[in-house]
C-alpha cells in the first residue's frame, strides 16, 4: 500500500467526509436553473460525481472587522459584517473551506474549472488550500476596482483590488479557453490578468424598500460575463455555491448557459429570484465569438458590450448606411464575411489600410445615428 503524501494525508478526512455525504444522499439530481435554499456543503452532496463545467465561488472572506468603520464627517460605512462572514478562528475558517472545496472537487468535471474571488483576508488561505486539495492553478487575476471605496481612517493603503484565483481540476485537464473571444474582447490584443472593472453601482446595485444595498459584495455582472466567456460554451452548467443576489444566474441566463446557485439567506434568494426572471437571454443571432490610437484610460470596445452599452446583439452602421454589422458576445462584429474587432472589419470592408471603427461605426439610438465613440465617452464618464 502507498503511503499518503503529507498533503494527501491532510486533506483525506475532509476528502473522506465529501465522499461519505455523497453516498449518504438518496438521490443524485442535478437542479438546473434553480437556486437551492440551504448549505453549499449539504447542497452539493445531493448533486451527481463529474456533473458541473465551471464553478464561480465568492465565498465569505472572513474580514475579522473590528467594530465599526467610520467616515471623516461621522458617518457610519456600510461594510460587509453580517452573521455569515463571521468565523472563531482561521482554523474554522480553513475546516469550513476544505470541506466546500472538496465538494466542489467531487462534481466538478475532469476537464472543469473554478473561480474563487477574495481579499487579503482570505485569498491567500483559500489559494494555498486549493492546491492541497488537488486543484491546479492556472492564473491568478487581479479585478483592479476603478471606483474604489477610500480608506477612511488613512491608515493603509486604498483596497482597490480582488483576486480571483482558476484552475483546473488537475493538471491534465483539456480545460475550455477561449482565447480567440477574450482578444477580441480586448480590441485584438491579448487579455491580461488584470482586468480594470467597476464595482456595482447605479442601476446595476440591489436595493431594498429603504434604499439599502440587499447583498454588501454584490459582484458587477460585467465581472461574470468575462468569466463566462472565458472559459465556457453555450449549454454548459454553472455552479454558484454562495449565490447572494444571483449575479452567476443572471449572466449564466443572458448568455445561454444552464445555472445553479446555492443560498441560505431568505433576503437574498428573493432578490435574486426577481432578479433572474427579469432577465432575458440574448437572441440567438448574438451568440458569436471570434473562432479560435490609443487614449488614457484606455477603453476596449469590449467593456462597453459587458457593461450593456452596446449590448451583444446589437446593430451597428457606416454613417451612409452602406454596411450593417452585428455585434458578438465577445466584442467582435460580424458583417458581409468579415470578423474582428470594430477597427479590422471597418477596414477590411473599405479596403482601407486603417480604420478609426470608433468614429467609422454607428449606433441608432432615439432614431438618430451616434458614433461609438459616444458610447465610449459615457463609459469614461462614468468611471
Known amino acids: 500500500m502507498t503511503a499518503l503524501t503529507p498533503i494527501e494525508a491532510y486533506c483525506a478526512p475532509h476528502l473522506a467526509r465529501a465522499e461519505e455525504r455523497a453516498r449518504r444522499s438518496p438521490k443524485k439530481v442535478l437542479p438546473l436553473d434553480t437556486i437551492i435554499e440551504g448549505d453549499c456543503v449539504a447542497a452539493m452532496a445531493k448533486m451527481p460525481d463529474k456533473s458541473v463545467d465551471m464553478i464561480f465561488a465568492d465565498p465569505p472572506y472572513n474580514l475579522q472587522l473590528g467594530g465599526d468603520l467610520i467616515r471623516p464627517e461621522g458617518g457610519k460605512v456600510d461594510a460587509c459584517d453580517d452573521e455569515w462572514d463571521r468565523f472563531e478562528s482561521f482554523a474554522q475558517y480553513d475546516d469550513f473551506t476544505r470541506d466546500w472545496l472538496a465538494e466542489a472537487r467531487r462534481i466538478l468535471k475532469d476537464d472543469g474549472t473554478i473561480w474563487v474571488i477574495?481579499?487579503?483576508?482570505?485569498?491567500?488561505?483559500?489559494?494555498?488550500?486549493?492546491?492541497?486539495?488537488?486543484?491546479?492553478?492556472?492564473?491568478?487575476?487581479?479585478?483592479?476596482?476603478?471606483?474604489?471605496?477610500?480608506?477612511?481612517?488613512?491608515?493603509?493603503?486604498?483596497?482597490?483590488?480582488?483576486?480571483?484565483?482558476?484552475?483546473?481540476?488537475?493538471?491534465?485537464?483539456?480545460?475550455?479557453?477561449?482565447?480567440?473571444?477574450?482578444?477580441?474582447?480586448?480590441?485584438?490584443?491579448?487579455?491580461?490578468?488584470?482586468?480594470?472593472?467597476?464595482?456595482?453601482?447605479?442601476?446595476?446595485?440591489?436595493?431594498?424598500?429603504?434604499?439599502?444595498?440587499?447583498?454588501?459584495?454584490?459582484?458587477?455582472?460585467?465581472?461574470?460575463?468575462?468569466?463566462?466567456?472565458?472559459?465556457?460554451?453555450?449549454?454548459?452548467?454553472?455552479?454558484?455555491?454562495f449565490f447572494g443576489t444571483g449575479t452567476t444566474g443572471a449572466v449564466a441566463k443572458r448568455l445561454q448557459r444552464r445555472w445553479i446557485g446555492i443560498e441560505r439567506e431568505d433576503d437574498y434568494i428573493a432578490a435574486a429570484r426577481a432578479r433572474i426572471d427579469s432577465e432575458m437571454p440574448l437572441d440567438e443571432s448574438a451568440m458569436t465569438t471570434m473562432a479560435e490610437k490609443r487614449s488614457a484610460p484606455r477603453v476596449a470596445f469590449g467593456l462597453l458590450v459587458e457593461s450593456g452599452l452596446v449590448p451583444a446583439g446589437s446593430t451597428l452602421t457606416d454613417s451612409k448606411r452602406r454596411w450593417t454589422a452585428r455585434v458578438g458576445l465577445d466584442g467582435s462584429v460580424s458583417c458581409d464575411g468579415h470578423q474582428g474587432s470594430i477597427h479590422k472589419v471597418g477596414k477590411e470592408l473599405q479596403g482601407a489600410p486603417s480604420c478609426n471603427g470608433w468614429t467609422f461605426w454607428q449606433i441608432e439610438e432615439e432614431g438618430e445615428l451616434k458614433p461609438l465613440d459616444t458610447m465610449r465617452q459615457r463609459h469614461l464618464c462614468a468611471l
Not at 453601482?201 to 459582484?219: A, C, I, W, Y
Open 118 to 241: 477574495g481579499s487579503y483576508h482570505n485569498i491567500f488561505r483559500v489559494g494555498a488550500l486549493l492546491q492541497d486539495a488537488g486543484y491546479w492553478i492556472l492564473n491568478d487575476i487581479v479585478w483592479r476596482k476603478s471606483n474604489p471605496m477610500p480608506n477612511f481612517r488613512g491608515t493603509r493603503f486604498t483596497n482597490a483590488h480582488e483576486t480571483l484565483i482558476w484552475c483546473s481540476k488537475s493538471e491534465k485537464s483539456k480545460y475550455t479557453f477561449n482565447y480567440r473571444a477574450m482578444k477580441a474582447l480586448n480590441d485584438d490584443l491579448q487579455m491580461r490578468s488584470d482586468w480594470t472593472i467597476p464595482i456595482c453601482s447605479g442601476g446595476e446595485r440591489l436595493k431594498n424598500d429603504e434604499g439599502e444595498k440587499v447583498h454588501p459584495t454584490q459582484k458587477p455582472e460585467g465581472l461574470l460575463y468575462r468569466i463566462m466567456l472565458a472559459c465556457t460554451k453555450p449549454g454548459d452548467v454553472v455552479l454558484d455555491p
